[in-house]
């Protein structure tokens, strides 16, 4: 059974920074590509970031391009997000993908539970 | 980038009924590179269907999915009271963008 299991999320005060980290269980992690996606309050799906299933290749969307990093370690099973200088706007349910595939195209087949990060002072 | 639209905003039916959820595309979907997800309160989106018409494993037949080029429907065909959620589509070929989703509520 495929599972994925977020953490690190919180309260964070704008220009702070926190590390996500998602667990993961049940498949080959390695030949699967990793994402992030983000669900701000009352709002729709965002896609955040993403990395092949090597680690070779990082991908952001430009809301948290050079402020976020993507990365994993295929021997921990493990995907990364680390944020920096956030931001009010980033404040959101952030959820770990599984990718159907190594590299692009793929969708996402397996979502997290979520991890809730709320910027404020 | 693609934009995807999805219309309605908001759909009310009730069980039974069928429901017909559209996405459009401000270009053409490369190889029907288009996927549809359900979410619900407090829990992780699920994937219902890939390739524009693909169920994916364990979703029941009354999703389907259709289209191609810029036009792509989620149809269920008979609702029953689980199916009340919120349904976003997806294109993965290569901007990754989300629909602003369509909100499916029980009338």
């Known amino acids: 059974e495929v599972q994925l299991l977020e953490s690190g999320g919180g309260l964070v005060q704008p220009g702070g920074s926190l590390r996500l980290s998602c667990a993961a269980s049940?498949?080959?992690?390695?030949?699967?590509?990793m994402s992030w996606v983000r669900q701000a309050p009352g709002k729709g799906l965002e896609w955040v970031s993403a990395i092949t299933g090597s680690g070779g290749s990082t991908y952001y969307a430009d809301s948290v391009k050079g402020r976020s990093t993507i990365s994993r370690d295929n021997s921990k099973n493990t995907l990364y997000l680390q944020m920096n200088s956030l931001r009010a706007e980033d404040t959101a349910i952030y959820y770990c993908t599984k990718g159907s595939t190594a590299s692009r195209p793929y969708y996402f087949d397996y979502w997290g539970q979520g991890t809730l990060v709320t910027v404020s002072s | 980038e693609i934009v995807l639209t999805q219309s309605p905003g908001t759909l009310s039916l009730s069980p039974g009924e069928r429901a017909t959820l559209s996405c459009r595309a401000s270009q053409s979907v490369s190889s029907s590179y288009l996927a549809w997800y359900q979410k619900k309160p407090g829990q992780a989106p699920r994937l219902l269907i890939y390739?524009?018409?693909s169920r994916a494993t364990g979703i029941a037949d009354r999703f389907s999915g259709s289209g191609s080029g810029t036009d792509f429907t989620l149809t269920i065909s008979r609702l029953e009271p689980e199916d009340f959620a919120v349904y976003f589509c997806?294109?993965?070929?290569?901007?990754?963008?989300f629909g602003q989703g369509t909100r499916l509520e029980i009338k």
């Open positions: 390739g524009a018409s």
């Open positions: 049940g498949f080959t992690f390695s030949n699967c590509a």
């Open positions: 997806q294109e993965y070929g290569s901007s990754r963008a």
